[in-house]
T-cell receptor, first 112, second 116 residues
Framework: QKEVEQDPGPLSVPEGAIVSLNCTYS??????FMWYRQYSRKGPELLMYTYSSGNKEDGRFTAQVDKSSKYISLFIRDSQPSDSATYLC????????????FGTGTRLKVLA | GAGVSQSPSNKVTEKGKDVELRCDPI?????LYWYRQSLGQGLEFLIY????????KSGLPSDRFSAERTGGSVSTLTIQRTQQEDSAVYLC??????????????FGDGTRLSIL
């Protein structure tokens, strides 16, 4: 079993929909959680960076962490065709490390 | 400001040849990371530099892979005697500090390596 599981999709939604992207993980030591967006033939771009449990909002994006369930989510409100990309979750423990453990990514298509 | 820069963006080479991949981190970032992304796989950690030192090389898949960093800035990843299974996108990231400072990592656009 992988440390981080992410549904690969593709996930297709109409423009304006609310999108929910999720990752589950097995290592209870993970404390920092990141969401990256990756366009085709580009590098991952950091979207959200959160510590421990709770919610964080930035514009149309909301990141949620539920450590009791080992489950993280990224919500995209009012989705746009420009949001079409692969979304990667990543996580790392609090101390003594620098390696991000990534999910395999979910491919999202927002249809105009 | 300028982001992480990687070159070349694409590299096609024959099996058995050596290749060098270059990474210019964000100015002032002391930590530098190399990852590999294969089709259908997540990003796989290869090596981490803090300054010019590599405290963790545990992700390098074999002794054909090596990396160095000079002047606390540019890094080169070298693959000797390339094999077809080395075909992947090689991504470099940098962060302001490394170790347990947990500064977010910022990525370049990668080098797409194809071994014929």
């Amino acid at each position: 079993q992988k440390e981080v599981e992410q549904d690969p999709g593709p996930l297709s939604v109409p423009e304006g929909a609310i999108v929910s992207l999720n990752c589950t993980y097995s290592n209870s030591a993970f404390q920092y959680f990141m969401w990256y967006r990756q366009y085709s033939r580009k590098g991952p771009e950091l979207l959200m960076y959160t510590y421990s449990s709770g919610n964080k909002e930035d514009g149309r994006f909301t990141a949620q962490v539920d450590k009791s369930s080992k489950y993280i989510s990224l919500f995209i409100r009012d989705s746009q065709p420009s949001d079409s990309a692969t979304y990667l979750c990543a996580m790392t423990p609090t101390s003594g490390t620098y390696k991000y453990i990534f999910g395999t990514g979910t491919r999202l298509k927002v249809l105009a | 400001g300028a982001g992480v820069s990687q070159s070349p963006s694409n590299k096609v080479t024959e099996k058995g040849k050596d290749v060098e991949l270059r990474c210019d981190p964000i100015s002032g970032h002391t930590a530098l990371y190399w990852y590999r992304q294969s089709l259908g796989q997540g990003l796989e950690f290869l090596i981490y530099f803090q300054g010019n030192s590599a405290p963790d090389k545990s992700g390098l898949p074999s002794d054909r892979f090596s990396a160095e960093r000079t002047g606390g800035s540019v890094s080169t990843l070298t693959i000797q005697r390339t094999q077809q299974e080395d075909s992947a996108v090689y991504l470099c990231a940098s962060s302001l500090r490394g170790g347990n400072s947990n500064q977010p990592q910022h990525f370049g656009d990668g080098t797409r390596l194809s071994i014929l």
